[in-house]
């Protein structure tokens, strides 16, 4: 008996792995929904679409994004965690997802509720300072904000948002005390800058770009370790004046937890191939953007050094949600429109609802 029972679990195991292997195989046999927890013209956004639009023609089947901003991200990182194991969900994740576990009271898990499919890509913060403003180097803003303590306004995408860590961050180390205004999503705070209205962003270098080339914002100082090639005459901000500063911003896709693993695996093969085509590496340099390539375990590890290192940022800046998002546990009754753009977000040109 015991042997029978043996061979029917081995036989149950087989099977399970060739019906796996077999749905691998099939899949994708419908689009694909990839929701983008921030609005339109975040990096989360523009990379997201970028590799969308790639990843796509490799599955022969199209991968839709999907907008569903609120609460700092976590609205549509829990409709992801709450979507059916098939393959069929993935969702846009970034540095903010390593943040919300310090400030809201999450009912999905940061690490275990998914799959760590892949990491896409990094892009260093810009210290951006409207034309106004009578400094033109990292030394003299920090002299400036020094002068003038809780005065200067820095816009960001909201609270625990890349922009609001980065400048957060800047204030514990260059010892300034700025005031941080925070609007629905980096656009909106990037269109506030650009109007004279808040003089500073810590800007990404996708948003960034456009405005520094035309002259409309003055880039003082970028957040990586090195100086950007799509800005090499911008020193670092930690050359400039404000030792070890580094604020970096990542992109990945992951899957809720429980997905296939053959098709977790397939995922992850077609997006490296994704960040190995000639024109995703063109899109990438143009923009700022460096690939980033880790298997799923280094990248499931990468995302738990991360909530490590922005946990201090956190509690060292008193950093708090303005309010607890109040968020349908169960997930997605109604979709929302899917949100179609005609080329990626350039400041101040809207993105357009699209049928669903």
Known sequence: MPRTRTMLIATAGFLLALTASAAAQDYPAKPVRLIVPFPPGAINDTVGRIVATQLSGRLGKQVIV??????????????????????????VVSLVNAVNPWLYKLTYD?????????????APNVLLVHPELPVTSVGEFVAYAKANPGKVQYASGGVGSFQHLGGELFKLMAGVDLLHVPFKGGGPAL??????????????????????????????????????????????????????????NWIGIVAPAGTPPAIAAKLHEEISAVLDSAEVQKQFASEGVEAMRMSSAEFAAFMVQEMGKWERVVKEGGI???????????????????????????????CRPGPA
Do not use: Q
């Open 66 to 91: 999907e907008n569903r901003s609120g609460a700092g991200g976590v609205i549509g990182t829990e409709i992801a965690a709450n979507a059916p194991k098939d393959g069929y969900t993935l969702l």
């Open 110 to 122: 940061p690490v275990a509720s998914f799959s760590w499919i892949a990491a896409i890509g990094s």
């Open 191 to 248: 269109i506030d800058v650009l109007g004279g209205h808040s003089k500073v962003v810590f800007a990404t270098t996708i948003t960034a770009l456009p405005h520094v080339r035309a002259g409309k914002l003055r880039a003082l100082g970028v957040g990586s370790r090195a100086r950007s090639p799509v800005l090499p005459d911008v020193p670092t901000i930690a050359e400039a004046g404000v030792p070890g500063y580094e604020a970096v």
């Open 320 to 350: 708090k949600a303005e309010r607890s998002p109040h968020i349908n546990r169960r997930a997605d009754p109604f979709p929302a429109p899917r949100i179609t753009c005609r080329r990626p977000w350039r400041g101040g040109m809207p």
